[in-house]
């Protein structure tokens, strides 16, 4: 085997009905591309982490017939995070940054897609007033440049990602690490060389390649962005706002099968939603990618 994959959760919440479909793709993917599977505990939010739901992604994907050959989980990995926060600081590319949330909103630009654009008001003050003992975030220095990456499933993009947020934040206010800067360190720590994962994910590759960039990686992954499964409203499933859960099911008496059946269906992957074996839903997985 030549590379790896990872399908990465973040225990905050119990796995849905989407983790199932991006689980499908991932495995589907690691038998297509001849992969490595790692599992990836995203825990960096340690206020919303929770260990039952850490207990409960393993048993959930154990339960469903899902195999891994490696893992990890964040909140053990904190000399990783600090050796690389160490080699941008070095290079002077992390300022602290001082502003509210609502001055982040009042002086700042929005992009098209209605997020926050940064435009660096604590960079240019950093060496005049900053405290460091008021609360800040740390936010990286983001090279003015078009990433121009592909998609395997959605083609071509080239993007900016000082014009999408601008210099982002790799560590909060309460000093934890960052979504944004855990997943690139970790990215290019344990050897990712492909990365499938949700649409909604999208807008966050340019700025994760450019952040890698400066991390020293300069062959990006492959990625690949599938499509998501919507709740009756259009919206995506999301543990924030309680989607029904794998685990519910489950403890009602649900079948594997029968929910593998039904995430296949939902998610466009079969024409109805009959009971699936996890061969048979990875098959229709590999189908798509
Ligand atoms: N931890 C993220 C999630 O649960 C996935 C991150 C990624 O695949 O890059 O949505």
């Known amino acids: 085997m030549c590379g790896k994959i990872r399908f990465a959760p973040s225990p905050t919440g119990y796995l849905h009905e989407g983790h199932l479909l991006s689980a499908l793709y991932v495995w589907a993917a690691s038998h297509k591309w001849n992969l490595q599977v790692h599992l990836r505990i995203e825990d960096h939010d340690r206020g919303r982490a929770r260990d039952e739901y850490i207990r409960s992604i393993y048993e959930d994907l154990a339960w469903f017939g899902f195999r891994w050959d490696s893992q990890s989980i964040q909140s053990e990995r904190e000399s990783v995070y600090r050796r690389a926060l160490e080699s941008l600081e070095s290079r002077g590319l992390v300022y602290p940054c001082f502003c509210s949330r609502k001055q982040l909103e009042e002086e700042n630009p929005k992009s098209e897609t209605g997020e926050i654009v940064y435009r660096g008001k604590c960079l240019v003050r950093r060496e005049m007033d900053a405290d460091a003992s008021q609360p800040h975030n740390l936010r990286v220095v983001i090279p003015d440049k078009v990433i121009k990456w592909h998609d395997l499933r959605l083609g071509d993009f080239a993007e900016n990602p000082k014009l999408q947020c601008g210099d982002f934040p790799i560590r909060d206010r309460d000093g934890q690490w960052t979504y944004q800067f855990a997943v690139c360190v970790d990215d290019i720590d344990e050897g990712i060389t492909h990365v499938v994962r949700g649409e909604d994910l999208r807008n966050s590759t340019a700025r994760q390649i450019a952040l890698m960039e400066l991390l020293g990686r300069s062959t990006p992954p492959f990625y690949l962005h599938h499509g998501l499964i919507t709740d009756p409203t259009g919206k995506k499933l999301s543990k924030r706002e ?22 296949c269906f939902k998610g466009g992957l079969v024409p109805s939603p009959a009971p699936l074996s996890l061969e048979q839903a990875l098959s229709a997985a590999l189908a798509l990618l």
């Open 242 to 263: 309680k989607a029904h859960s794998l685990r519910q099911d489950r403890d009602s008496g649900v079948s594997a099968e029968e929910l593998l059946g039904r995430v």
